[in-house]
C-alpha cells in the first residue's frame, strides 16, 4: 500500500523537477513514459524494505491503539504466533525483491540510467575517459591517456606484453583509433626487449587487431546496475583482470542484491517490536519513531556505500554492516517485546 502511495508522490516531484529539460529537449513522450516505468521499478527495487518496514508500523499500531494485540495474546497466544503472519508476509516481499534485483531491476536501471545520461545530463560523467589502464588478458596491459567514445579515438595508447614478470615488448602510439574489426594506430613504436640488444619497429600508420573493444575501455559508471547476477559476476572478474579502479562500485551492486531481501525480515521484526505496544502518544508516536530509525537506516546504506565505492573499504562490510547493526536491534527489541 505504501509503495502504490509513495511511488506516484515521487513521480510527479521528479516530473515537476525534470519538466523543464523535459520540454526544452523536446523529449518523445514514449521515452518519457518509458522512463518513469523504469523510474518506478527502479526505486520500487531500493525502497521497498522501507515502504514495508512504514506499512507494518502503521498497520501494526493501529492494532495496538485498538487494544487487539492485548486481548489476542492474553488469550495465551504466543508472541512467535502473533509474528507468524508477519514473517510470512516478509517472506513474500523478500522474494518479490530477490527477482527484481536479480532480473527485473537491471533492465529498469539500464532504461532509467539512459534516459538520465541522454536527455538530463548531456552525457556527462558517463564513462572515464582520462588516463585509461587495463590488463586485456594474462599478458596484455593498455593505457590511453585520452579517450573519446564518441569517435573511438585514444591518445597516447600504449600496449605492454608480459610473459612471466618479464617485459618481452612494448607498443606506443600517438593515438589509436577502433575502425569496426582493426586499430588504426599513428605514430606507431614497437620495441621488442632482447638479452643483448633490442628490436624497434616504427611506422607511420598501421593496422592491428587486439583482444579488447573499445567500449571495454570506457564502461558506463552505471554499467553494474544494468546486468543480471550472472552476467554481473562475469562482468567483475573480467574488469579485476583488467585493474579496472571500479570494482568497489561493482560489489556494492552485486551484494546489494543479497542484502536487501535480508533487510526485508530485519525491518519486518523491528517495526513489529516498535509498534505491537499501546503508547500515550498513540500512532504518531510509533510512526516518528519508525521513520527516524528508516532514515538512519538509508544514512547508514548510502554512507557505507560510498565509502566502499571512493576508497578500499571493503565492500562485503559495507553493504552488510546496516544490515548487522539494525539485525542486533531487531534482537533486542524483539526480545524485549516478548517480556
Given at each position: 500500500m505504501m509503495l502504490l502511495l509513495f511511488i506516484p508522490i515521487g513521480i510527479t516531484v521528479n516530473l515537476a523537477e525534470k519538466i523543464g529539460k523535459i520540454l526544452d529537449r523536446e523529449v518523445p513522450f514514449t521515452a518519457v513514459a518509458q522512463y518513469y516505468l523504469d523510474f518506478t521499478v527502479y526505486f520500487a527495487n531500493l525502497l521497498l524494505p522501507i515502504f514495508l518496514f512504514i506499512s507494518v508500523i502503521w498497520f501494526t499500531s493501529k492494532l495496538a491503539n485498538n487494544t487487539e494485540i492485548v486481548a489476542f495474546l492474553s488469550s495465551g497466544v504466543s508472541f512467535w504466533r502473533f509474528l507468524r503472519p508477519y514473517m510470512i508476509g516478509a517472506t513474500i516481499v523478500a522474494l518479490l525483491a530477490l527477482v527484481m534485483g536479480l532480473y527485473l531491476a537491471p533492465n529498469a536501471s539500464k532504461g532509467f540510467n539512459q534516459f538520465r545520461y541522454k536527455y538530463l545530463k548531456n552525457n556527462s560523467n558517463v564513462v572515464q575517459t582520462k588516463n585509461i589502464y587495463r590488463q586485456i588478458n594474462d599478458n596484455d596491459y593498455i593505457y590511453v591517456s585520452n579517450f573519446n567514445p564518441v569517435t573511438k579515438i585514444g591518445r597516447n595508447f600504449s600496449l605492454e606484453h608480459f610473459e612471466g614478470n618479464t617485459l618481452i615488448y612494448k607498443i606506443t602510439a600517438n593515438s589509436i583509433k577502433d575502425s569496426d574489426t582493426i586499430y588504426q594506430l599513428t605514430g606507431y613504436v614497437k620495441r621488442t626487449f632482447g638479452e643483448h640488444n633490442d628490436q624497434i619497429e616504427s611506422s607511420r600508420r598501421?593496422?592491428?587487431?587486439?583482444?579488447?573493444?573499445?567500449?571495454?575501455?570506457?564502461?558506463?559508471?552505471?554499467?553494474?546496475?544494468?546486468?543480471?547476477?550472472?552476467?554481473?559476476?562475469?562482468?567483475?572478474?573480467?574488469?579485476?583482470?583488467?585493474?579496472?579502479?571500479?570494482?568497489?562500485?561493482?560489489?556494492?551492486?552485486?551484494?546489494?542484491?543479497?542484502?536487501?531481501?535480508?533487510?526485508?525480515?530485519?525491518?519486518?521484526?523491528?517495526?513489529?517490536?516498535?509498534?505491537?505496544?499501546?503508547?500515550?502518544?498513540?500512532?504518531?508516536?510509533?510512526?516518528?519513531?519508525?521513520?527516524?530509525?528508516?532514515?538512519?537506516?538509508?544514512?547508514?546504506?548510502?554512507?557505507?556505500?560510498?565509502?566502499?565505492?571512493?576508497?578500499?573499504f571493503d565492500p562485503l562490510f559495507a553493504v552488510w554492516f546496516p544490515n548487522i547493526v539494525f539485525g542486533i536491534l531487531a534482537a533486542y527489541l524483539l526480545f524485549n517485546a516478548k517480556r
Amino acid at each position: 500500500m505504501m509503495l502504490l502511495l509513495f511511488i506516484p508522490i515521487g513521480i510527479t516531484v521528479n516530473l515537476a523537477e525534470k519538466i523543464g529539460k523535459i520540454l526544452d529537449r523536446e523529449v518523445p513522450f514514449t521515452a518519457v513514459a518509458q522512463y518513469y516505468l523504469d523510474f518506478t521499478v527502479y526505486f520500487a527495487n531500493l525502497l521497498l524494505p522501507i515502504f514495508l518496514f512504514i506499512s507494518v508500523i502503521w498497520f501494526t499500531s493501529k492494532l495496538a491503539n485498538n487494544t487487539e494485540i492485548v486481548a489476542f495474546l492474553s488469550s495465551g497466544v504466543s508472541f512467535w504466533r502473533f509474528l507468524r503472519p508477519y514473517m510470512i508476509g516478509a517472506t513474500i516481499v523478500a522474494l518479490l525483491a530477490l527477482v527484481m534485483g536479480l532480473y527485473l531491476a537491471p533492465n529498469a536501471s539500464k532504461g532509467f540510467n539512459q534516459f538520465r545520461y541522454k536527455y538530463l545530463k548531456n552525457n556527462s560523467n558517463v564513462v572515464q575517459t582520462k588516463n585509461i589502464y587495463r590488463q586485456i588478458n594474462d599478458n596484455d596491459y593498455i593505457y590511453v591517456s585520452n579517450f573519446n567514445p564518441v569517435t573511438k579515438i585514444g591518445r597516447n595508447f600504449s600496449l605492454e606484453h608480459f610473459e612471466g614478470n618479464t617485459l618481452i615488448y612494448k607498443i606506443t602510439a600517438n593515438s589509436i583509433k577502433d575502425s569496426d574489426t582493426i586499430y588504426q594506430l599513428t605514430g606507431y613504436v614497437k620495441r621488442t626487449f632482447g638479452e643483448h640488444n633490442d628490436q624497434i619497429e616504427s611506422s607511420r600508420r598501421k593496422n592491428m587487431a587486439f583482444e579488447f573493444d573499445a567500449d571495454d575501455l570506457t564502461p558506463e559508471e552505471y554499467i553494474a546496475e544494468t546486468l543480471q547476477y550472472g552476467e554481473l559476476t562475469r562482468f567483475i572478474e573480467k574488469e579485476r583482470r583488467r585493474g579496472s579502479s571500479n570494482i568497489g562500485r561493482y560489489l556494492v551492486v552485486k551484494y546489494k542484491k543479497w542484502s536487501i531481501p535480508v533487510s526485508v525480515f530485519i525491518l519486518t521484526i523491528i517495526a513489529v517490536a516498535v509498534s505491537s505496544i499501546k503508547r500515550r502518544g498513540g500512532m504518531g508516536v510509533n510512526l516518528a519513531f519508525g521513520i527516524t530509525i528508516a532514515m538512519v537506516y538509508v544514512f547508514f546504506d548510502k554512507v557505507f556505500g560510498v565509502m566502499a565505492e571512493q576508497s578500499s573499504f571493503d565492500p562485503l562490510f559495507a553493504v552488510w554492516f546496516p544490515n548487522i547493526v539494525f539485525g542486533i536491534l531487531a534482537a533486542y527489541l524483539l526480545f524485549n517485546a516478548k517480556r
